[in-house]
């Protein structure tokens, strides 16, 4: 995508990170390379943020108490941190997602109507 | 040195002053990343480094989040509380001034520009830290005077309220920075 200006898109784009990293996290624990991965491929590609700001936004989440982490350590190969969402960042998702479709179903709205 | 251990060795270096828990939990977590992310990429190290991004982008991300450990906060305020001890004129002697006024404005001068790095640089809360201190070691000068009796006559209204008004600005100089570019920050919102 050709951009005007990098700053407005990527503000654009801002927002909705760190629901959709929530979102990743709601079914399974999974570890920061996981997550990127799945964020890259799920999306197609749209978020398509340098890996190593993810990782603060990850720690963002657990600031707030939305996930929780722990090192994996296995007897051979990689240790881990696996991010793993709370019951608050559950509640957290919920009020999000809905927020966020509220939002979209406006955006939308307003969009249309001035086409 | 690979570029993974220069890539993670930039974003420690980022992170002085960190509490030292955070930091190698950091470090840690990069380095785990990066072998993963070789793997994926077929033993691509440079292209996983790349993929990271800036390290000293990075290192700053994770400052937004963690701010200075306790040891480099309390470094801070112990220095501002020293300085603040020399803000207050009146330490005379006998009949001669140890300590004369434009002196005690010139570390003034100094611990307020001081207290506007902390505060910027370590955020608000930090900066209000140092700067009670340095009103602490203010109070602490004050109180040394005021104990000597023959200082006591110097001791004016006009002088008691410049020092309440100067104390008061110090307060205000450690937390505003701090708070304006956490404000001004939030504007542009992180990820």
């Known amino acids: ?17 760190q629901l959709c990293l929530l979102a990743l996290l709601a079914k399974e624990q999974k570890y920061g390379f996981q997550i990127i991965r799945e964020l890259r491929e799920r999306s197609d590609g749209f978020f398509d943020l340098k890996e190593g700001t993810l990782y603060p936004a990850l720690r963002r989440l657990e600031e707030r108490g939305f996930v929780e982490s722990r090192w994996v ?27 966020w479709e509220r939002l979209t179903a406006s955006a939308r709205r307003v969009l249309e109507a001035a086409r | 040195m690979t570029s993974v251990d220069a890539y993670v060795e930039q974003v420690r270096r980022g992170l ?50 963690y701010g200075y450990g306790v040891a480099y906060r309390s470094v801070f305020a112990i220095v501002a509380g020293i300085l603040g001890v020399f803000t207050v004129p009146v330490l005379v002697g006998a009949e001669t001034y140890i300590f004369p006024f434009f002196l005690s404005a010139i570390f003034l001068i100094v611990v307020a520009t001081f207290l506007i790095w902390v505060s910027v640089k370590a955020g608000n809360r930090a900066g209000l830290a140092a700067s ?60």
């Open chain 2, 16 to 65: 002085t002053g960190m509490d030292a828990g955070v930091r190698k939990d950091i470090v840690r977590e990069l380095r785990s990343h990066l072998v993963d992310s070789v793997g994926a990429d077929g033993g691509n190290v440079n292209a996983a480094v790349a993929s990271l991004g800036d390290p000293v982008v990075v290192a700053r991300r994770y400052r937004e989040l």
């Open chain 1, 1 to 17: 995508m050709a951009e005007i200006s990098p700053e407005w898109t990527a503000e654009l784009k801002k927002g909705s990170v």
């Open chain 1, 73 to 99: 350590e296995p007897e051979s190969g990689n240790p881990r941190k696996y991010y793993r969402i709370t019951e608050k960042g559950r509640r957290a998702l919920g009020e999000g997602r809905e927020l």
């Open chain 2, 132 to 191: 009670t201190a340095a009103c602490i070691g203010r109070f602490a000068a004050f109180g040394i005077v005021f104990a000597s009796q023959r200082a006591a006559p110097l001791i004016t209204p006009d002088g008691l309220a410049l020092f309440a008004f100067v104390s008061l600005l110090l307060l205000v100089i450690g937390w505003v920075p701090g708070r304006a570019k956490r404000v001004w920050r939030n504007r542009g919102a992180e990820l």
